[in-house]
């Protein structure tokens, strides 16, 4: 890694035009990834990204330049093509560099780079032919195992430099089915910021079953109707509903802006009062979870909407300056290529004191999302849609038939006014978010909620 | 970084270690994006990448390795990388490198210099202001972008490839949103060219007619009505269920086109097209990731499924020649299958006189969710949509906040017309898709 005085030299010249501030990020990271499929170890992928990024404010201006020659002479290069961009300013600040080590509060106990291919081919096979072998109907399988040990070096002009270690382990298992009525799939995916050890609490053999088991109900399904009515959506990975409808508007890279639905609102009420939501980047060992962002600032626990009531957003340094705020540890970049900025960490609705079986009895004639796919926004207007994996129509207040190929779409500010149930038993699920700043690991998260109506697409 | 400096260290030591069959795969870009917000520069990035994969035969077996740092002292560990990995695969299809000596199309490479950081301000800024002159409605030019890249790629084999790609691409992101005073609403346009040769004025004009296109819209009815997809809409659809013509998704069984060649796949007004050297693609081709000549076939010629898309390994397979479509979608990834440009051929009637046809309908000008909405694998689809109502063949009222659904091979075969007016609306990189306005019967709307 790069030493404190190469980077003192390395700020010193990126300063030499006037900027007001200079980060240098440097990156070494190893990703390491096992594929199954057609009963066999079909592929591995195993990558080194390396690699450093200069960036420079000057007020409300942004420069950033990258380089994979991470010597002095090249990280010299990239200071000086980063201060050129900026132009001509004055002489600059003197900068000295102070070590810092933040504590690491997601220990890791097992290395997946000091372990053999061997070995995690054995923890992949577990969970693929648990999947494969569930049912006669299962038609098809794969499977990845991935690993990844992401090393970062972050110097800025404000004196500080540090490094983190962020390790993580997931695996993906996706089952297809057929009953003569069309193929249907299945997954699970379950992630960990921690090493093999994930594997102690999480047994492959049911992430395999889980895959199959989702698969081969909705293969056994007819397609969902499509109207307007109430939705209960289940824990976990149901959360994708409050990271689309409402977590991307409350970034600063949206809100900043004004393309934000939700921009000048703090304080007001922009929610049921039944909803509290959080983004927290400091649960142990969550799949979203970090010691320091990648700006080099604490992850913090914030709370964004409280009994209903906007209390924060999500902010980065850069987008801070424009809102006059301070960056609440939320700036995130998928690898040095890209400009980092405000991103979710775990992001999820807090229990509330519903209980479940009340949710569904309230419910006269709806859906039962148990299992939410992906999904996405346009922050602007609000408009969000997101895809059902596993749904069942819902009649007099008992959960019946399983339905294929629902989504749901509406306005984020609509849909958290109308979430008008929260039931108690908080869990996360998993996923890569995806935006300007690339693809980020993060954990979204609820209990049982009702939405109390929205439009189910289906046909 | 010095690549072929760290390709020397590699052949080296694969030649140390016994290895007969290997290959290097080295991909870099140089680029630079501006963009502005109201009125000034907001951000600049520019950005210096480049990475090298290697992949070797051993037992049989194809092994990946790759990496960004091309220290020629860590080539060693880079080959051990490979071969383990190599070792530890199961797959027992036949894996083959690509061979030297093979004839390619003439190809023009838009090779120029990336225009100074100036020209691109200046460019960025004065699209900036066109967008605020556009129209009153228009409160924020968002996130106007200047965007240059200079990308190039190269294989090397031990069978003789030694094959070298560089392309540079320049244009323009422009970004509007407008307001009727209660309601906001945004587009995007992208054009790709020489900076000169850009229209800022009508690419700004686009966008923000678009978005006032979307404002005070209403929520379409529920029910099954005739849809109509215009050439964007309808290219994201073709993008997103394109995997269904790749003979390697056919062959591990999430196609439904794995024994349909010859077949009868669509209607017969549907003809899909892949054609590598595509005039609107700003990146051309004539060699595919494993060095084997690209070629412009109908993969579907009125609605017979003429070919799926090959590679090496996938055509031995099926006992046929490649078709010159492997891909990677990184320089890091395995040696996949991918269409170059590929594309719904237009007919012969106007837009107009498809909206005729389609009588009382919907017409979509937009999708969303599509990495969540829609099942490649099973061909379902229930998407976010917004466009117009159709009432007695013309465009009426606006609508939005309302879902399409239904089935891509079923779509396939209720395509009743295509307009002439094909073409690629967003042809950024190598891989681009294309159609043209599109009526299709039996899909279901879900509105209010």
Redesign the interface.
Known sequence: MISREICQRILHKALSTGADYAELFAE?TV?HT?HM??S????????????A?IRLYKG??????????TSEK?LLA?AE??A???GQGSAPMDIVLRERIFGDIHPVKIVPSSVA??RK?EILKEGYFAAREYDESI??T?GTLLDVDHNILIATSEGLYTRDRQIRTRLSIDA?ADKGQ????GGCRPGSRMGLEMFDTICPKNVGIHAAKQAVTMAGAG??P???MPVAIDNGFGGVIFHEACGHSLEASAVA???SQFAGKLGEKIANEKVTAIDDGTIPNAWGSINIDDEGTPAQKNVLIENGILKSYMIDKFNGRRMGMASTGNARRQSY?Y?PTSRMTNTYIAPGEDKNEDIIASIEYGLYAKEM????V?P??G?????VNEGYIVRNGVICEPV????L???GSDVIRNIDMVGSDLDMGQGMCGSSSGSVPTNVGQPLIRVSSI????? | MNFNAFKEAVIAQCECLGIADYELYYQAAESTSVSAFQHALNQFTGSAEGGVCLRCLVDGKMGYASTEDMDPNKAAALVERCVDNAKTLESCDPEFLGEGGQSYAELTLQNYALPSTEKLIEKVLATQEAIYAADPAVIDGSSTQGIAERSEFAIYNSRGLDLHYENTVTGLVVAAVVTNGTEKANDYQIKLGQLDSLDSEALTKKAAKTALGKLGGDVAPTGQYPVVFDPEAMSDLLQTFSSIFSSEVAQKGLSKFADQEGKVVAAPCVTIVDDPFHPENPMPINFDAEGSPTATKAVVESGVLNTLLYNLKTANKAGKKTTGNASKGGYDSPVAVRPFSMYLAGGDITEEELLRKAGNGVYINSLGGLHAGANPISGDFSLQSAGFLIENGVKTTAVKSFTVAGNFYELLKNITAVANNSHLPTAMGMTAFGAPTTLVEGLSIAGK
């Open positions: 070494n990703n096992i499929i057609d066999r170890v079909d592929a591995i992928k195993d990558g080194i990204i390396a690699g990024a409300l201006r942004s420069v950033m330049a990258t380089t994979v020659d090249g990239c093509k980063a050129e961009a900026l291919n061997a081919v038609v098809q794969s297809v069309g193929t249907q799939t397609y969902c499509a109207g307007v802006y004004g393309r290529a400009t796919g992906g999904g996405s346009n602007v207007t408009e969000f849609n997101f895809a294929r190929g629902a989504s779409v509406g306005k439009t189910v697409g289906g046909r």
